[in-house]
């Protein structure tokens, strides 16, 4: 069994597939903490975790003139400066399950818990290309970067996938190749012990268990780059789809749920306030500004607190524009609106290019079920 060296995981976890391995922690825990401790945030594998030896572990650099760059973890560590963020990753399939709904989807049918913010910490992409001799004569040609994970199929075949090149050049890009995830190494199940980590694009492209680097004029010819992680019209069926269609998802647009109160859940009739609670975030750095309320299935909204830090505790610093990479939680109490026995709560995001997020699922459904952020909506009983 591929599968029997798997790390341990927390018990609270929600297991959409074992083998492999994807999970993803319960709505009312995610958002107990800003920064999600690595035993609750989700998990997706494609493949078995690979064991590192994190001594003779090196990591490839290719396709610049100077020919392949090999370094160990300790190079790593020590010739680039350390550097670290804090970032929100989402799976593409984060909130597939209510797509599903609408109409059947193919995918692992995730809840709205396919998402956490951690720290990161390692060395800037960025540094170590221009190390492996990424200039000016480079930039003429290169338009990508390829990752490749030490995990592999049984046919030897390794998770792979890419990013524009200017993601990863930019200076505010944000691009790590992180050995710390929350201050400690990074743990098996998230990439041990080199990951990419993508600021504000989609999970896929947050490569783990890093093994190769290629700097190249074209996109990445992997599975996961050219037939998988593409959006298509929501009239396009698997008899019709052309993968070449549409392009390959990076940044991510604007998203929110509500994680409190759980839909179903029952509400004392006698309460005189309600809170609910939840997440917030958009892709490509864009900070989210607002997140709107209703309780009354979008009749009637209020605007959300938001906050960057635990409750009770200090935000961490706002970013500088277009580097916001880290999720905001919200909070709404306000009266308990009377002589109602059903509620619909919905929850809405606003971000700094006032994107929003689409009313209902059926105008962005997709065949994959992917980037769902249609408006979040739970139904509660007033008993
Ligand atoms: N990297 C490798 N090597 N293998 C994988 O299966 N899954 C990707 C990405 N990086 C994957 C990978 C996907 S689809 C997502 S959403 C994120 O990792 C999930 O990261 P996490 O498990 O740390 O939450
Ligand atoms: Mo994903």
Redesign the pocket.
């Known amino acids: 069994d591929p599968y029997s060296s798997d790390p341990e995981r927390h018990p609270v976890l929600r297991i959409n597939s074992k083998k ?1 391995f994807n999970a993803e922690p319960p709505p009312e825990i995610l958002t107990e903490s800003y920064i999600t401790p690595h035993v609750l ?7 078995p975790v690979p064991q590192v030896d994190p001594a003779s572990y090196r990591l490839q650099v290719e396709g610049l003139p100077r020919g392949a760059l090999t370094l160990s973890l300790k190079d790593l560590k020590t010739r680039f400066p350390k550097h670290t963020v804090t970032a929100t ?5 984060n909130r597939r399950s209510d797509m599903n709904q609408v109409k059947e989807v193919k995918g692992l049918n995730w809840g709205i818990s ?1 998402i ?1 913010n951690a720290k990161w910490s390692g060395a800037r992409l960025r540094d170590v290309l221009l190390a492996a001799g990424f200039g000016p004569d480079v930039a003429k040609w290169a338009r990508h970067v390829h990752f490749e ?3 592999k199929d049984v046919t030897g075949s ?2 792979g996938t890419s990013i524009p090149i200017n993601k990863a050049m930019n200076e505010d890009g944000d691009v790590l190749l992180a050995y710390e995830m929350n201050g400690e190494d990074i743990p098996a ?3 041990f012990p080199v ?1 990419v980590v993508v600021p504000g694009v ?9 093994g190769r680097i290629v700097v190249s004029a074209e996109e990445s010819s992997s599975h ?1 780059q050219q037939h998988d ?1 593409k959006v298509f019209s929501p009239g396009t069926d698997w008899s019709k789809v052309d993968h070449t269609s549409s392009p390959a998802i990076q940044e991510l647009p604007v998203q929110s749920a509500i994680t409190v109160p759980a839909d179903g859940a029952q509400i004392d009739h006698s309460d005189e306030t309600l809170t609910v609670k939840g997440y917030a975030w958009s892709g490509g750095g864009r900070e989210v500004v607002r997140v709107d309320v209703s309780l009354d299935g979008g009749k009637t909204w209020q605007v959300a607190q938001l906050r960057s830090g635990d409750k009770g505790q200090p935000d961490e610093p706002s970013p500088p524009p277009g580097r916001s990479w880290a999720w905001k939680l919200w909070e709404l109490t306000a009266p308990l609106p009377p002589d109602a026995d059903e509620l619909e709560i919905i929850c809405k995001a606003v971000d700094n290019g006032y994107n929003v997020q689409p009313d209902t699922i059926p105008p962005i459904w997709n065949l994959r079920g992917l980037l769902n952020n249609a408006w979040h909506r739970v139904k509660v009983k007033v008993t």
Do not use: E, S, T
Not at 41 to 47: A, E, S, W, Y
Not at 205 to 210: G, H, I
């Open positions: 492999p945030f989700f998990k997706r594998n494609h493949l990753l989402q799976c593409a399939g396919a956490g994970g030490l995990d390794a998770y199940d998230h990439g990951r989609v999970g896929a492209r947050n490569v783990k268990w890093l996961w992680y």
